[in-house]
């Protein structure tokens, strides 16, 4: 199968018939699971990702700023295959300690002393960018609880198929492994939260590029779950006046 | 944060960092001195980033390939940190010393494999039947600032210092020698630079020491090589940075990365002058042996019985053997054999040169215990005159001693 | 009226509330939510919170444990509540000095997992905690009925939370609406007006028909996103005794039973809201994933 193909009028395509800088539906939602304070689901094409916050008390007199515990998970029917050892698996231990970090300084958690705030993440599917869609999901799911944050936190995919920059890659084009970058981006202060590459080898001129194109298409995603959230506030907005 | 850590001090290094002179002089982009010693063992290397230090051991093992990577070997890089004094003072900023261990280790792991610094398929011995399996062991001896740097500097090493024996398949039998003829084929040498961003100062340090590290509220390793080939990059904690500030780091990266491949290949290029590191037990080591010569023979058992023909084409299509003059002398020896005994004497005759060798390992063993130099020149001079001895008789198909022969032709 | 995200520059010059912070002199968002200024505060108010109680607010718990002088109370907020041994009625109302046979008879009083209902005493400053009393005959232990859990932000504060239904018959049923989202269904007892019940009764078959009607209308009224007091509850029970649905079907047909009290909340909510934001409905229609 051909990665890139050129059109009759010159357009390059992917694999499934998206321009090079081209993200896939994104679908937000938020308030997903009633019994949590604050959950979100976040769907970019196939990927899907939930993520559920539970704001609990300690009983310990604690420091004076809260806690903040992070469980990622990739559920073993994600894949394609069926994955039966899930427990040993340390990739999962490595990214839920790179969410706990990022979050930890985003968080005001100064202002919840003697707390703890849970937050269970799941890929419920994976096709392809599911690290960036869970920073997403934890993003929404934390503005849904109500928790105060510095900053807008967006993650985006952007990879390489030979020497072109794509953006928002898909399970096949992920798989070759040319190139594979998450980046996290703040909002509010434009400036970059968090960097992962995973390559077999790229020309610093590549990765300049790599880096341009994934900050554009962070304010798109930014934008695609500012109406999300927007949307969720104007649908519910009698329930300001309730009191 | 978490940092316990006078407010005095924090305040006295935020201030040397920001006027780029550092409470041990060094600038704002310097790296301590680094040294590097390569020792005799199988991968054996001690990197010493200023009080940093950094113990690692490779070893190999016999296994199968995954059934459907038939000519893949395997890779892991374990990593002990369990060094019982700092366990209990290191709490960086970032993260605890156990939990540092997950970030690192996963790091090296996903960078080697997928920058191919070395392949898989040069851990092939019999495609689908036989692998090695390389465990490049570290151990942080000393801690103090920038663990993943010193990690992954001394994984790369010891990866170029990791020799593996040959493995010869004759009839009935694999034997191992473990006369080490082959370095394990490094194609490159990704360098890892360890920015630390701390709040309140644009620019990022390099090469934390301890007490700066627990300043550092981020981190941002960049892995490259020589060539200007980014391998890989990573980031713990909430950067906050602009995108010039990450190329100007990777921009940054390219030029340690220079240095460093400089002194590792000058250390590399004087590794035989240097003392003998010796810290692993020999009993362990023999073990080893031991497993690894029963996993050869029950492979061997296993598809002696079907193919006659994959022994003898697996012998013509090894890599090893490259030279044509030592093909022709080991056609020689071969004929030779074929014309005057049985295949029963050879038999016997390779058996007894066998448990000599094996014999003569174990005396090499005895001498490295003891720990006495001159001794061990001693029984090193007469190991080596004792194989002479073998390879003159000429019935020794290995191909140590065919390059031997090769070698004494040229200078004879 | 303004809707934000965390990291929303806000306004300039006046005291950053709740859901806001300062940087550099300028204020900026750091929940989601809508922006409302209060004189010179500016505040934003996100559509989920955890409870956060007031002084005076009823409250009602689960008692988690019993501790040197006093209990911790589960009260679904972001730390547990405080019940001190000094702070409850005493069997007979009596006034007295708590003594040390008081300390050690604690759990005669409230053991854990007891359901009590309470007043917010007071609130720490310097750390949040929450004090409790129940002090008045009408708070206490609670029996002869059942507890369920509502979201809090559809509970306003009213002048009573004790709220009772179905008087026409012989046997009232009666609901205690805690602050918190907690609210008890019980069965008063006729003759006392306390509330404060000392015996556990035997419940005919009929009450509890009528105590599971006055359920299922609650829960109603939170699935149709309606606040929750004595004018919503009473609308529900009447159009489910206009439409004759029995007990078993009524959160089948919760559109018809939530419609009449929608029309008057939506009346009140008109008066209060801005007039460009009239026009907008709310819609319950579209779910897409939910999970409960």
């Known amino acids: ?243 | 944060m978490f940092s316990s850590f006078s407010i005095n001090e924090r305040d006295f290094l935020q201030e040397a960092i920001k006027s780029n002179f550092r409470v041990d002089a060094r600038g704002v982009q310097d790296y301590r001195s680094i040294e590097v010693k390569f020792g005799q063992e199988n991968g054996q290397v001690l990197l010493k980033i200023g009080k940093t230090q950094i113990l690692t051991q490779s070893s190999l093992k016999l296994v199968t390939p995954q059934p459907g990577k038939p000519n893949e070997g395997f890779f892991r890089f374990n990593t002990e940190f369990s060094s019982l004094q700092q366990a209990a003072e290191y709490t960086s900023s970032i993260n605890t010393l156990s939990e540092m261990r997950v970030d690192i280790t996963r790091f090296i792991d996903k960078v080697l494999k997928s920058s191919r610094a070395t392949d898989r398929e040069s851990l092939c011995i019999v495609q689908g039947r036989l692998v090695w399996s390389l465990s490049v062991d570290l151990y942080l001896i000393n801690e103090d600032g920038n663990i993943m740097d010193a990690c992954f500097i001394a994984s790369v090493l010891s990866l170029m210092n990791t020799r593996l024996p040959e493995v010869t398949i004759t009839r009935d039998r694999i034997k191992i020698n473990e006369e080490k003829v082959k370095y394990l084929n490094v194609h490159h040498i990704p360098i890892c630079t360890t920015f630390f961003f701390i709040d309140g100062i644009e620019n990022p340090i390099i090469d934390a020491n301890a007490k700066e590290e627990k300043l550092a509220k981020s981190r941002l390793s960049i892995c490259m090589n020589i060539f200007e080939d980014l391998c890989g990059m990573s980031s713990l904690g909430c950067l906050e940075a602009d995108p010039q500030t990450i190329i100007k780091c990777s921009k940054v990266a390219l030029i340690k990365t220079k240095e460093i491949t400089k002194i590792i290949r000058e250390a590399f290029a004087n590794r035989n002058n240097q003392e003998i590191l010796d810290f692993l037990n020999s009993k362990n080591k023999r073990s080893l042996q031991q497993e690894n010569e029963r996993t050869a023979q029950q492979f061997l058992q296993n598809f002696l019985g079907n193919d006659d023909k994959n022994t003898n084409q697996t012998n013509d299509d090894d890599d090893i053997v490259e030279d044509q003059e030592v093909v022709e002398i080991l056609r020689q020896n071969y004929n030779k054999k074929a014309k005057s005994t049985n295949q029963q004497s050879i038999d016997k005759s390779v058996q007894k040169k066998e448990v000599r060798i094996s014999q003569i390992g174990n005396d090499v063993q005895d001498a490295l215990n003891s720990g006495n130099q001159s001794k061990r020149k001693d029984k090193m001079k007469e190991k080596q005159e004792k194989i002479q001895e073998i390879d003159s008789q000429g019935d020794n198909l290995s191909l140590s001693s065919a390059l031997k022969k090769k070698n004494k032709n040229k200078n004879a | 009226m303004r809707i934000v995200v965390p990291g929303d520059y806000v306004d300039e010059g006046f005291i950053a509330g709740h859901g806001t912070y300062e940087q550099e002199g300028k204020i900026y968002a750091s929940l989601a939510g809508i922006v409302h200024r209060i004189d010179k505060v500016i505040c934003v108010k996100p559509l989920k919170t955890s409870f956060k109680p007031d002084i005076g607010d009823v409250i009602i718990g689960r008692i988690v444990a019993v501790e040197n002088k006093r209990w911790t109370v589960d009260i679904n907020s972001y730390q547990h509540g405080v019940l001190n041994l000094t702070n409850i009625n005493l069997p007979g109302g009596l006034q007295r000095r708590r003594s040390e046979e008081d300390k050690m008879q604690m759990r005669n009083y409230f053991k854990e997992n007891d359901i009590i209902s309470g007043e917010v005493q007071s609130i720490n400053t310097h750390d949040g905690k929450i004090n409790m009393q129940t002090r008045n005959l009408k708070y206490g232990k609670l029996i002869n009925g059942f507890l369920i859990k509502v979201d809090h932000n559809y509970i306003r504060r009213m002048k009573s939370h004790i709220l009772e239904f179905f008087q026409e018959d012989w046997q009232p049923i009666a609901c205690i609406i805690g602050t918190n989202g907690y609210i008890w269904i019980y069965t008063p007892d006729k003759l006392t007006q306390n509330t404060q019940q000392s015996e556990v009764k035997v419940i005919s078959k009929e009450t509890r028909v009528k105590m599971a009607v006055l359920r299922n209308s609650i829960i109603i009224l939170e699935k149709v996103q309606l606040p929750i007091f004595k004018d919503t509850i009473q609308k529900v029970l009447d159009s489910q005794r206009q439409n004759a649905i029995e007990a078993k079907d009524m959160l089948k047909s919760y559109e018809i039973l939530g419609k009449e009290a929608k029309y008057l909340i939506e009346s009140e909510i008109n008066l209060k809201k801005p007039v460009n934001l009239q026009l907008i409905q709310t819609d319950i229609n579209n779910q897409d994933f939910i999970m409960n």
């Open chain 1, 1 to 243: 199968m051909l990665e890139l193909r050129h059109d009759n009028d010159q357009s390059t395509l992917r694999m499934n018939g998206r321009k090079l800088l081209e993200l896939r539906d994104i679908k937000c939602q938020l308030d997903v699971m009633k019994n949590t304070s604050g959950s979100a689901l976040f769907e970019i094409g196939n990927t899907k990702v939930v993520a559920f916050l539970q704001a609990q008390t300690l009983g310990v007199n604690q420091l004076n700023r809260g806690i903040l515990n992070v469980n990622f998970f990739v559920t073993n029917f994600s894949a394609i295959e069926h994955r039966a050892d899930i427990k040993k698996d340390i990739k999962m231990k490595e990214f839920t300690r790179m969410i706990k970090s990022v979050f930890e300084q985003v968080i005001l958690l100064d202002l919840y002393p003697r707390s703890q705030l849970d937050l269970q993440v799941f890929v419920l599917e994976a096709d392809g960018g599911y690290r960036s869609a869970a920073f997403n999901a934890v993003s929404l799911a934390l503005m849904d609880g109500g928790i105060a944050m510095k900053d807008f936190v967006v993650a985006t995919t952007a990879g390489l198929l030979g020497n072109v920059g794509v953006i928002d890659l898909i399970y096949q084009e992920e798989k070759k492994q040319n190139c594979e970058f998450v980046l996290v981006h703040l909002q509010k202060a434009q400036k970059i939260a968090y960097v992962n590459l995973n390559c077999n080898k790229i020309r610093l001129s590549d990765f300049e590029k790599l880096m341009s194109i994934s900050v554009d298409s962070c304010d798109k995603i930014a934008n695609e779950m500012k109406t999300a959230i927007r949307a969720k506030l104007v649908k519910n907005i009698n329930s300001f006046y309730f009191k």
